[in-house]
């Protein structure tokens, strides 16, 4: 009290200088010198950003029972010293944003997140996937750093600019936020025990007037009526994205086309023999393997070009004639069908054929391919005979006109020659619209490709 009454004193004579303020508190010391003991040290830690830091305070030198607190944060909270800064908007914290998706696409849903809060990733990192209607997007880190949180939730439709995730670039920061984050967690157990109590006691008396509940009689009731299986034998399960899109095409090309299949079987004897014969040297030059689809593609293309009616579509009240073959293929994947395109068919070779046949596959596989290489087509080949199909009749891939089916190879006996003997046989389909090709163009088409796989050499001498 006589310390604070000399600071007022000296207030009021209007003496403002540090030095007089200095002489009279040196003065007080000594009045007050068996009531107080002067304070040895102070230590001031400057705020950082917008918070407050609490000031750590020493006790007089020699007096245990003395104690004199020289500033404490204005928020009321307990002592402590902090050393960490705070992630402001000052750039400590950046923000993944869903990526652009196409052209054609205008949302997706997020399919899984490949990371966890708290993990440290890396700048162009995947931390989560989006699933669209026809491929799966990445969504790359924007810089290293440790993820905060996720704004968004699995399953959550998304579009692209929305932000997913906080991740902060400050590895200081984050050190104290995992232990600010477990002190909250300890009071939380303690209350669980007794909310428990009563659940398992309320269990019990619930499974008390079940037990004497006889279910005998309903039985005998519905035993006339027919007997269904149990809902818990069965799994509801969303569909995908890219199912929902394949369906839905799929179900279009049945309602809008006039869709009509055309058959016809394939000796694969000379084929085969090509292949056999040239694939050790084939693989030798270009590195990578002959097989038969090139041989198929390169049917496909001689035949679209003998009947370019195949490789045309209808536009409403107009037909579009394509002077280009792009040929799709089927690739069936754990997520579903895709179809990528090969870009200027006509002008490939068989290594050609075969490299980007496999690039695309693997892409497929691997769910890495992007939109522009499924863009388009104006021919589809499906190859079923890789899953031992021996006959079916395919969907068309709308806007397309018609689609190739090839299948499994299956010795079968054959007149050759006036004689019976085996043959390597393949039943090939097409299914066209008939509302543009004719039975007659789509019967020829058929005919040329079975013609140019029996006899390759017809390829060289283009007859």
Same mark, same amino acid.
């Given at each position: 009290m006589m310390l604070r009454a000399l600071i007022r004193r000296a207030s009021t004579r209007g003496s403002s200088s540090a030095s007089g303020l200095g002489k009279s508190l040196q003065s007080s010391r000594v009045v007050a010198s068996a009531q107080?003991?002067?304070?040895?040290a102070t230590e001031t830690l400057v705020p950082r950003g917008n918070?407050?830091?609490?000031?750590?305070?020493?006790?007089?030198?020699?007096?245990?029972?003395?104690?004199?607190?020289?500033?404490?944060?204005?928020?009321g909270t307990a002592l402590q010293r902090w050393a960490r800064p705070f992630s402001s908007d000052s750039g400590d914290v950046v923000e993944a944003v869903v990526p652009h998706m196409g052209e054609s696409i205008t949302d997706g849903t997020l399919a899984t997140f490949l990371k966890k809060p708290g993990d440290r990733v890396e700048a162009d990192e995947t931390i989560a996937q989006i699933e669209t209607d026809k491929v799966t997007i990445d969504i790359a880190s924007p810089a290293s750093g440790v993820i905060?949180?996720?704004?968004?939730?699995?399953? *959550?439709? /998304?579009?692209?600019?929305?932000?997913?995730?906080?991740?902060?670039?400050?590895? *200081?920061? /984050?050190?104290?936020?995992?232990p600010s984050e477990k002190t909250p967690e300890k009071p939380a157990p303690k209350p669980s025990p007794p909310a428990e109590k009563p659940k398992v006691e309320s269990t019990k008396v619930a499974e008390k007037p079940k037990a004497p509940s006889p279910p005998p009689p309903p039985p005998k009731q519905s035993a006339k009526e027919p007997q269904l299986p149990p809902k818990d034998r069965e799994r509801r399960v969303p569909m995908t994205r890219l199912r929902k899109r394949v369906a839905t095409r799929l179900k279009d090309s049945q309602n809008t086309f006039a869709l009509l299949t055309t058959f016809n079987e394939v000796d694969m004897t000379n084929l085969m023999k090509l292949r056999s014969q040239y694939k050790d040297a084939f693989f030798e030059k270009h590195g990578v393997k002959l097989g038969l689809m090139s041989g198929f593609i390169k049917a496909a293309v001689s035949a679209l070009q003998y009947q370019p009616v195949v490789n045309a579509v209808i536009d409403g009240d107009d037909i579009i004639y394509r002077d280009y073959v792009d040929i799709s293929i089927a690739v069936g994947t754990s997520k579903g069908l895709v179809v990528p395109v090969i870009r200027d068919a006509d002008k490939m070779n068989f290594a050609d054929i075969e490299k980007t046949i496999n690039g695309l596959a693997k892409k497929a596989n691997e769910g890495t391919i992007s939109i522009d290489e499924m863009a388009g087509g104006s021919f589809t080949v499906s190859n079923g005979g890789v899953y031992g199909s021996l006959i079916s009749t395919p969907i068309i891939n709308p806007p397309q006109s018609a689609i190739l089916g090839m299948h499994s190879i299956v010795q079968r006996p054959m007149v050759v020659g006036g004689s019976v003997v085996p043959r390597p046989m393949m039943y090939v389909a097409l299914t066209y619209d008939h509302r543009l090709i004719d039975g007659r163009e789509a019967v020829y088409f058929l005919r040329r490709i079975k013609d140019v796989v029996e006899d390759p050499q017809r390829l060289l001498l283009d007859i």
């Open positions: 107080f003991h002067s304070v040895s918070h407050s830091r609490s000031f750590h305070h020493r006790s007089c030198p020699g007096c245990p029972d003395c104690s004199r607190t020289v500033f404490n944060g204005y928020q905060q949180e996720f704004l968004v939730k699995e399953g *959550d439709t /998304v579009e692209p600019g929305n932000k997913v995730a906080r991740i902060s670039t400050s590895a *200081d920061a /984050v050190s104290h936020v995992a």
